[in-house]
């Protein structure tokens, strides 16, 4: 189904600008860019360089594969994953958030989907370059897209379900795979598992985060959110719960490997997003994309501190096993 542009109150100007917008037949390259959403391709990109450097491997002798791998999860994975959802969820950005390039009518006729289809392929294609480890990560992240944002499956209908789709290809598979892409295929163990998977289970609270923007429109259509779920206090207090609990848990991990430094950096910067989520529980809605803007880069920061810490211990480790 074609998504018309959204109906404007009525004037000359508005009603000209409609006019212009209705007869396009192909979205403009800044429509496109805009679409492929680059501020969102950060996150992923940040997760498989810290499982580049958790690898212990050295970074000049593979800079190649460092490349290849910050494209495929960042302009190429996670962009045809925001083209998937925007698709999918044109009828409720039309009432959350209409001035974004479908609802607008900026992105004409089925280009939306074209545009998905087209990035999904060619992130399939990209990630044949990534040897076996990365292009089966690569694959279950794009299956995990499609069935966040595609009927019937559509797991963001359910907060908790759709969150943890997105944390784990966010998070934990972009980890991995710099890991294991790194170690040539191998696998990346289970210190460098545990830690993807307990900043996988932090993203879900993240996750949340984005929901407060959309609470009115996602109750309109159906959407149960956590934030429609468990109200906007509710929700606030899970992801404070799902972000800060992970956290804990790796500096303890990080201490029981005798990495102390380290453990005290993840502590720490955990620590600081305290002021910042007490605010957010009070005042969810208004103070969501304050924790969103400041303190995620304390929890990203985290996951580097973290990353350091294993790739100190995995280059010891190597360093014993050579002796």
Known sequence: MDTPPLAHAHSPQVAHADAAVAVLTRPALRTVAEFLKPITWFPPMWAFACGVVASGQALSAHWGLLLLGLVLTGPLVCASSQAVNDWFDRHVDAINEPNRPIPSGRMPGRWG?????????????????????????????????????????????????????????????????????????????????????????????????????????????????????????????????FMLVPQVVVSALLLSWQLPWHASAVLALALLQGPLMAKFLRQPVERALHVSAFGVPLFVSGMMASAWGLRQLNQLQHTVGAL
């Open 113 to 241: 989907l074209g545009i998905a289809i087209a990035w999904t392929a060619l992130s399939l294609m990209w990630a044949t370059l990534m040897g076996p480890w990365g292009f089966a990560a690569c694959a279950l992240a794009i299956a995990l897209s499609w069935a966040y944002s595609a009927p019937p499956v559509r797991l963001k209908n359910n907060g908790w379900w759709g969150n943890a789709a997105c944390a784990l290809s966010y998070e934990g598979l972009a980890w991995l795979t710099g890991t294991a892409v790194m170690l040539g295929g191998a696998w990346p163990g289970p210190h460098s598992v545990a830690l993807a998977l307990l900043y996988s289970v932090g993203a879900h609270g993240i996750m949340t985060l984005n929901d407060f923007k959309a609470i009115e429109g996602d109750r309109r259509m159906g959407v149960a959110s956590l934030p429609v779920q468990l109200g906007a206090h509710g929700a606030a207090r899970t992801a404070c719960v």
